[in-house]
């Protein structure tokens, strides 16, 4: 077995977690998350999910010693970056990395989502957690990435034997057999992992590449479905068809840029299909993609514009 990690010291609390205003919000925020992301608590003291929410969020992110930090703003007192913001409800809860926010939710979650996600943006961040395991991964990974399909699988299962609550062991014996073809087997081993880790980033990951495979199936020929957008250029299913094919053909960034251009012609087309698809194929990407970081960053300047 691996040695785990070394165990680095704590930062203060105060240096992670802080009260910010409308004057500090670039320093404290824009500006900070050039180099760690930050995730943003809006939240008002009458508001009653807000107090289960809040403490949950700056637990998380002490546990991440260091890898992201938290902005607590009270919209009551900052209403013009809320508004800015397009706050409507709280909480409301953004993820920021180098400037833009890349991730968010709104309401009370479940601590295992909370942690999914404070784990999603320290991954989109390129953080990695320690694990002793984590060399046998990555071996497996590769493996598995040069076409040594049944030998990853098998390096997962000895993982999975010695550590059965490895998400990232679950998820790539899953993404092996999707390798193979063999779909159902790999939504079995998904729909099979310990409830301790069903909502860890790396089998939503495994999920929505499950997801895009199924798709793939059923993809249609990408000279055609071009032809027909370049034909009318307004017809979106279309264009939504051909994002699938690229998608199936392997060409992700083609991909997301029709779905980005869909989302920006109507956004509420087929009740949010394009955002949809983009966050499925976001999520299905590694954490450093540049197709996913540049991506995430183009649809949020559309949200947010």
């Known amino acids: 077995m691996l040695e785990l990690g070394k165990t680095k010291s704590a930062p203060a609390a105060g240096d992670l977690i802080k009260d910010v205003s409308e004057a500090s919000f670039m320093a404290d925020v824009v500006d900070a998350s050039q180099t760690v992301p930050v995730i943003v608590d809006f939240w008002a003291p009458w508001c009653g999910p807000c107090k289960t929410l809040g403490p949950a969020l700056e637990a998380a992110v002490t546990r991440a010693n260091g890898a992201v930090k938290m902005a607590k703003i009270n919209v009551d007192q900052n209403q013009m970056i809320a508004g800015q913001m397009r706050v409507q409800s709280i909480p409301t809860v953004y993820a920021f990395w180098q400037g833009q926010p890349i991730d968010g939710f709104q309401g009370a979650v479940p601590p295992s989502e909370i942690e999914a996600f404070v784990a999603r943006v320290i991954a ?61 087997q790999a939504e079995a081993i998904l729909n099979g992992a310990p409830a301790e880790i069903s909502h860890a980033p790396e089998i939503d990951a495994a999920h929505a590449q499950l997801a895009l495979a199924r798709q793939a199936q059923d993809a249609g ?51 949010g299909a394009a955002k949809t698809q983009l966050f499925t194929i976001f999520e299905a990407l590694k954490p450093n993609d540049p197709v996913l970081l540049s991506g995430r960053r183009k649809l949020s300047s559309m949200i947010f514009a």
Not at 159 to 181: F, K, S, T
Not at 226 to 251: I, S, T
């Open 124 to 184: 989109a961040a390129g953080g990695e957690p320690e694990d002793g395991l984590d060399e046998a991964l990555d071996a497996a990974d590769e493996m598995l990435e040069t076409g040594a399909v049944a030998d990853a699988a098998q390096t997962y299962a000895a993982i999975l034997q010695e550590d059965p609550l490895n998400a990232r062991g679950y998820a790539g014996l899953a993404r092996a057999h999707m390798a193979l073809g063999e779909l159902d």
């Open 221 to 271: 020929p990408v000279n055609e479905l071009r032809a027909a957008v370049e034909a009318d250029p307004a017809n979106l299913q279309a264009r939504f068809d051909l994002a699938q094919a690229l998608y199936a053909n392997g060409q992700a960034q083609e991909a997301v840029d029709e779905l980005l251009d869909l989302f920006r012609r109507d956004r509420e087309w087929s009740d």
